[in-house]
């Protein structure tokens, strides 16, 4: 399908309503629209890597991006990037936070 509506394909994540997941790809490119909806959270997420590249533009909200050593306050319309292999984590500084993720290669583990 080359049209995915806005409130078409979204699905919870690791069954949790508060975190939903759209992914939409061909066969080498891949977006994921991440919603968090149960902020702003206490504590970061737990720091992870993947090989993956990944650049991420803030659709909505607030948040704090941590990677390797260094920390940053981003906001609607910032976009943050992440070399494969480097550990990172947010945390959502607001009730409503709206991510768009791209990513190569494919993250097989979102199909």
């Known amino acids: 399908m080359e049209v995915i509506k806005n409130n078409e394909g979204f699905e919870a994540v690791n069954s949790n309503p508060s975190l939903m997941r759209k992914v939409v790809h061909l066969d ?23 090989v993956h590249e990944q650049i991420t533009y803030v659709a909505a909200g607030s948040l704090k991006f941590f990677i390797e050593d260094r920390e940053y306050l981003l906001n609607e319309g910032d976009v943050f990037k992440v070399q494969s292999n480097l550990n990172h984590s947010i945390q959502t500084l607001t009730e409503y936070v709206k991510l768009v993720d791209s990513f190569t290669p494919l993250r097989e583990e979102f199909l």
Do not use: Q, R, S
């Open 28 to 50: 080498h490119l891949m977006v994921t629209i991440m919603e968090f909806l149960n902020g702003p959270m206490e504590t970061p997420d737990p720091p992870h890597k993947h």
